[in-house]
Structure formats: C-alpha cells, structure tokens
Nanobody
Framework: VQLQASGGGLVQAGGSLRLSCAAS????????MGWFRQAPGKEREFVAA????????YNADSVKGRFTISRDNAKNTVYLQMNSLKPEDTAVYYC?????????????????????WGQGTQVTVSS
C-alpha cells in the first residue's frame, strides 16, 4: 500500500494550494481517507477526512470554510483544496487511510483510526 502526497510549496498568506494524495496497492472501498498536519514542535493534528464511498466529509474547526477535501474514485486520489491560507497553516501535511475495521474503535480525528500514511508534503505560508 502506498500513499503519495504532493502539491505542497511556498505561498503567501491569503493564497491557495491544492494537495493530492494518490493511493495504490489495494482497494480502498470503505476506507476513510484523511489529512493531518504537523508543525515544528507540535503534535500531528487532524485537518479533514472523507469517506471513500459516500459523500461525507469532516473538517477541523481551524480550517472550516477555507479547506475542502474531495476525492476522485477513478484516479484513486484524494485532494485537499486550501484557500485563504494563513501563516499558522504552515506544516508538513500527511494523507492517511483508515480501514473499515477500525470504524468503531477510534474517531476520525484520532491518528489511531488510520492504518496507512503517506510521506508528507511541506506547506509554508509566508506573512
């Protein structure tokens, strides 16, 4: 199983970026796909998640109204559209996949909900 995150970079405050997470190696039907981020000196935190089958999405309060998670089933790819970026959004962003088996064990915001992780992509927002 491989999750390949891309799309990070340097952007000015107020700008936009779109992150991509290409998934391969298995069928992800029924999986929960998520984005987390980790800033220097801080713990990895939940950003957004989406079900692979139904159109249900979840967003952290800090990104509501600015970030949108979506997926393209045909391309096995999950996206994170980030608008109105702020310096505090600076972090390494990770995509993750959680199996249906863990659905009743951990909430979607918990890192333990997810089985597979991508390598991360750096997002830097300058003021």
């Amino acid at each position: 199983v491989q999750l390949q995150a891309s799309g990070g970079g340097l952007v000015q405050a107020g700008g936009s970026l779109r992150l991509s997470c290409a998934a391969s190696g298995r069928t992800f039907s029924g999986y929960l796909m998520g984005w987390f981020r980790q800033a220097p000196g801080k713990e990895r935190e939940f950003v957004a998640a989406i079900s692979w089958i139904v159109d249900i999405t979840y967003n952290a309060d800090s990104v509501k109204g600015r970030f949108t998670i979506s997926r393209d089933n045909a391309k096995n790819t999950v996206y994170l559209q980030m608008n109105s970026l702020k310096p505090e959004d600076t972090a390494v962003y990770y995509c993750a996949a959680g199996s249906p088996a863990k659905g009743g064990s951990y909430p979607y915001t918990d890192r333990r909900r997810y089985d597979y992780w991508g390598q991360g992509t750096q997002v830097t927002v300058s003021s």
